[in-house]
T-cell receptor, first 115, second 116 residues
Framework: EPEVTQTPSHQVTQMGQEVILRCVPI?????FYWYRQILGQKVEFLVS????????KSEIFDDQFSVERPDGSNFTLKIRSTKLEDSAMYFC?????????????FGNGTRLTVT | AQKITQTQPGMFVQEKEAVTLDCTYD???????LFWYKQPSSGEMIFLIY??????QNATEGRYSLNFQKARKSANLVISASQLGDSAMYFC?????????????FGSGTQLTVLP
Protein backbone atom coordinates (compact mmCIF):
# COMPACT_ATOMS: atom_id res chain seq x y z
CA GLU A 1 0.00 0.00 0.00
CA PRO A 2 1.41 3.44 -0.90
CA GLU A 3 2.56 5.53 2.01
CA VAL A 4 3.79 8.97 2.93
CA THR A 5 7.49 8.98 3.76
CA GLN A 6 9.28 11.55 5.86
CA THR A 7 12.97 12.21 6.37
CA PRO A 8 14.80 12.47 8.64
CA SER A 9 13.04 10.60 11.42
CA HIS A 10 14.87 12.67 14.02
CA GLN A 11 16.60 16.05 13.65
CA VAL A 12 18.55 17.85 16.33
CA THR A 13 19.44 21.48 15.71
CA GLN A 14 20.65 24.50 17.59
CA MET A 15 18.42 27.47 18.27
CA GLY A 16 18.58 29.98 15.43
CA GLN A 17 19.51 27.40 12.78
CA GLU A 18 17.45 26.66 9.70
CA VAL A 19 15.95 23.21 9.25
CA ILE A 20 14.25 21.57 6.30
CA LEU A 21 11.91 18.67 6.86
CA ARG A 22 11.21 16.49 3.86
CA CYS A 23 8.20 14.50 2.78
CA VAL A 24 7.22 12.39 -0.19
CA PRO A 25 3.40 12.28 -0.36
CA ILE A 26 1.43 9.48 -1.98
CA UNK A 27 1.89 9.89 -5.70
CA UNK A 28 -1.68 10.48 -6.90
CA UNK A 29 -2.63 12.73 -3.98
CA UNK A 30 -3.33 16.38 -4.61
CA UNK A 31 -3.54 17.92 -1.15
CA PHE A 32 -0.57 18.13 1.17
CA TYR A 33 -0.35 19.17 4.81
CA TRP A 34 2.00 19.77 7.67
CA TYR A 35 0.95 19.23 11.26
CA ARG A 36 2.92 19.34 14.46
CA GLN A 37 2.49 17.63 17.80
CA ILE A 38 4.30 18.91 20.86
CA LEU A 39 5.06 15.97 23.14
CA GLY A 40 1.88 14.47 24.57
CA GLN A 41 -0.32 17.20 23.21
CA LYS A 42 -2.83 17.58 20.43
CA VAL A 43 -2.06 17.42 16.74
CA GLU A 44 -2.02 21.00 15.42
CA PHE A 45 -2.56 22.08 11.83
CA LEU A 46 0.16 24.22 10.30
CA VAL A 47 -0.49 24.52 6.57
CA SER A 48 -2.19 22.92 3.59
CA UNK A 49 -0.95 23.04 0.02
CA UNK A 50 -2.82 22.48 -3.21
CA UNK A 51 -2.07 23.23 -6.83
CA UNK A 52 1.39 24.53 -5.97
CA UNK A 53 0.27 27.09 -3.46
CA UNK A 54 -0.75 27.40 0.15
CA UNK A 55 -4.51 26.93 0.52
CA UNK A 56 -4.82 27.37 4.29
CA LYS A 57 -2.49 28.16 7.14
CA SER A 58 -2.85 28.45 10.89
CA GLU A 59 -1.66 31.16 13.26
CA ILE A 60 1.31 28.96 14.12
CA PHE A 61 2.54 29.15 10.52
CA ASP A 62 4.22 32.54 10.77
CA ASP A 63 6.99 34.09 8.67
CA GLN A 64 9.52 31.66 10.10
CA PHE A 65 7.85 28.81 8.22
CA SER A 66 7.67 28.10 4.53
CA VAL A 67 6.65 25.18 2.35
CA GLU A 68 7.72 24.14 -1.09
CA ARG A 69 7.10 21.42 -3.61
CA PRO A 70 10.34 21.75 -5.52
CA ASP A 71 10.21 18.86 -7.95
CA GLY A 72 6.71 17.37 -8.20
CA SER A 73 7.38 14.62 -5.66
CA ASN A 74 8.95 16.16 -2.55
CA PHE A 75 7.11 18.47 -0.17
CA THR A 76 9.25 20.38 2.28
CA LEU A 77 8.75 22.42 5.42
CA LYS A 78 11.44 24.97 6.24
CA ILE A 79 11.86 26.67 9.56
CA ARG A 80 14.17 29.64 9.04
CA SER A 81 15.41 30.33 12.56
CA THR A 82 14.42 27.65 15.01
CA LYS A 83 13.29 28.40 18.54
CA LEU A 84 13.21 26.11 21.55
CA GLU A 85 9.42 25.98 21.31
CA ASP A 86 9.64 24.56 17.79
CA SER A 87 10.67 21.24 19.35
CA ALA A 88 7.90 18.85 18.35
CA MET A 89 6.96 15.95 16.11
CA TYR A 90 6.20 17.23 12.62
CA PHE A 91 3.85 15.18 10.50
CA CYS A 92 3.40 15.43 6.79
CA UNK A 93 0.12 14.19 5.34
CA UNK A 94 -1.56 13.93 1.98
CA UNK A 95 -5.08 13.28 0.77
CA UNK A 96 -6.53 12.09 -2.49
CA UNK A 97 -8.52 13.77 -5.20
CA UNK A 98 -11.85 12.94 -3.55
CA UNK A 99 -13.97 15.30 -1.55
CA UNK A 100 -14.75 15.41 2.14
CA UNK A 101 -14.54 11.62 2.41
CA UNK A 102 -10.80 11.46 1.80
CA UNK A 103 -8.84 10.79 4.97
CA UNK A 104 -5.41 12.25 5.52
CA UNK A 105 -2.61 9.74 5.21
CA PHE A 106 0.20 10.60 7.58
CA GLY A 107 3.89 9.92 7.43
CA ASN A 108 5.71 8.58 10.47
CA GLY A 109 6.84 12.05 11.46
CA THR A 110 10.11 13.90 12.05
CA ARG A 111 10.98 14.52 15.67
CA LEU A 112 12.64 17.94 15.81
CA THR A 113 14.69 18.78 18.87
CA VAL A 114 15.93 22.35 19.21
CA THR A 115 18.70 22.85 21.77
CA ALA B 1 -14.51 27.57 21.24
CA GLN B 2 -13.12 24.09 20.75
CA LYS B 3 -14.29 22.50 17.53
CA ILE B 4 -13.56 18.96 18.71
CA THR B 5 -13.83 17.94 22.34
CA GLN B 6 -12.64 14.67 23.79
CA THR B 7 -13.47 14.71 27.48
CA GLN B 8 -11.70 11.48 28.48
CA PRO B 9 -7.95 12.02 28.80
CA GLY B 10 -7.52 8.37 29.76
CA MET B 11 -9.61 5.21 29.60
CA PHE B 12 -9.04 1.66 30.76
CA VAL B 13 -10.74 -1.44 29.39
CA GLN B 14 -10.38 -5.12 30.06
CA GLU B 15 -9.19 -7.26 27.18
CA LYS B 16 -12.10 -8.64 25.10
CA GLU B 17 -14.51 -6.00 26.43
CA ALA B 18 -15.99 -3.17 24.36
CA VAL B 19 -15.09 0.45 25.00
CA THR B 20 -16.57 3.77 23.87
CA LEU B 21 -14.39 6.83 23.32
CA ASP B 22 -16.32 10.08 23.36
CA CYS B 23 -16.12 12.89 20.85
CA THR B 24 -18.30 15.97 20.49
CA TYR B 25 -17.91 18.60 17.83
CA ASP B 26 -19.02 22.12 17.09
CA UNK B 27 -19.73 23.39 13.62
CA UNK B 28 -22.30 25.47 11.78
CA UNK B 29 -21.27 23.96 8.48
CA UNK B 30 -24.08 21.67 7.20
CA UNK B 31 -21.55 19.42 5.47
CA UNK B 32 -18.66 17.93 7.38
CA UNK B 33 -16.77 14.72 7.93
CA LEU B 34 -15.63 13.09 11.14
CA PHE B 35 -12.53 10.91 11.39
CA TRP B 36 -10.87 8.79 14.03
CA TYR B 37 -7.14 8.14 14.16
CA LYS B 38 -5.05 5.84 16.34
CA GLN B 39 -1.57 6.83 17.51
CA PRO B 40 0.37 3.96 19.09
CA SER B 41 3.39 4.67 21.28
CA SER B 42 5.58 4.40 18.17
CA GLY B 43 4.03 7.70 17.05
CA GLU B 44 2.47 7.11 13.66
CA MET B 45 -1.07 8.31 12.89
CA ILE B 46 -3.32 5.54 11.61
CA PHE B 47 -6.69 6.30 10.03
CA LEU B 48 -9.46 4.13 11.48
CA ILE B 49 -12.92 5.22 10.37
CA TYR B 50 -14.89 8.00 8.68
CA UNK B 51 -18.45 9.33 9.09
CA UNK B 52 -20.01 11.90 6.78
CA UNK B 53 -22.59 14.35 8.09
CA UNK B 54 -25.13 13.17 5.54
CA UNK B 55 -24.55 9.47 6.08
CA UNK B 56 -27.73 7.80 7.24
CA GLN B 57 -26.02 4.82 8.82
CA ASN B 58 -23.30 4.63 11.41
CA ALA B 59 -19.93 3.78 9.94
CA THR B 60 -18.34 0.44 10.73
CA GLU B 61 -14.88 -0.91 9.96
CA GLY B 62 -14.08 -4.29 11.44
CA ARG B 63 -14.04 -3.96 15.23
CA TYR B 64 -14.49 -0.20 14.99
CA SER B 65 -17.86 1.49 14.75
CA LEU B 66 -18.98 5.04 15.08
CA ASN B 67 -21.99 6.00 17.17
CA PHE B 68 -23.04 9.12 15.28
CA GLN B 69 -25.71 11.29 16.92
CA LYS B 70 -26.03 14.32 14.71
CA ALA B 71 -28.52 16.26 16.83
CA ARG B 72 -26.23 15.90 19.84
CA LYS B 73 -23.13 16.60 17.71
CA SER B 74 -21.38 13.53 18.94
CA ALA B 75 -19.36 10.89 17.09
CA ASN B 76 -18.22 8.33 19.61
CA LEU B 77 -15.85 5.54 18.62
CA VAL B 78 -16.78 2.05 19.78
CA ILE B 79 -14.08 -0.61 19.82
CA SER B 80 -15.46 -4.10 20.28
CA ALA B 81 -13.53 -7.07 21.69
CA SER B 82 -10.55 -4.97 22.80
CA GLN B 83 -7.08 -6.35 22.22
CA LEU B 84 -3.80 -5.47 23.92
CA GLY B 85 -2.66 -3.91 20.64
CA ASP B 86 -5.50 -1.39 20.88
CA SER B 87 -3.62 0.41 23.63
CA ALA B 88 -2.86 3.79 22.06
CA MET B 89 -3.90 7.42 21.87
CA TYR B 90 -7.09 7.96 19.88
CA PHE B 91 -7.89 11.23 18.16
CA CYS B 92 -11.20 12.44 16.81
CA UNK B 93 -11.00 14.94 13.95
CA UNK B 94 -13.35 16.96 11.77
CA UNK B 95 -13.26 18.42 8.29
CA UNK B 96 -15.69 21.24 7.48
CA UNK B 97 -16.46 20.95 3.82
CA UNK B 98 -17.71 24.37 2.75
CA UNK B 99 -15.03 26.32 0.98
CA UNK B 100 -11.76 24.88 -0.22
CA UNK B 101 -10.32 23.76 3.11
CA UNK B 102 -9.38 20.12 3.32
CA UNK B 103 -7.45 20.02 6.59
CA UNK B 104 -8.65 18.20 9.68
CA UNK B 105 -9.03 19.74 13.12
CA PHE B 106 -8.11 17.33 15.89
CA GLY B 107 -9.31 16.88 19.44
CA SER B 108 -6.93 16.51 22.36
CA GLY B 109 -7.10 12.72 22.31
CA THR B 110 -7.93 9.85 24.65
CA GLN B 111 -5.25 7.50 25.90
CA LEU B 112 -6.70 3.99 25.91
CA THR B 113 -5.09 1.25 27.95
CA VAL B 114 -6.24 -2.34 27.46
CA LEU B 115 -5.67 -4.48 30.54
CA PRO B 116 -4.90 -8.22 30.28
Amino acid sequence: EPEVTQTPSHQVTQMGQEVILRCVPISNHLYFYWYRQILGQKVEFLVSFYNNEISEKSEIFDDQFSVERPDGSNFTLKIRSTKLEDSAMYFCASSGPGTEHSPLHFGNGTRLTVT
Amino acid sequence: AQKITQTQPGMFVQEKEAVTLDCTYDTSDPSYGLFWYKQPSSGEMIFLIYQGSYDQQNATEGRYSLNFQKARKSANLVISASQLGDSAMYFCAMREVSGSARQLTFGSGTQLTVLP
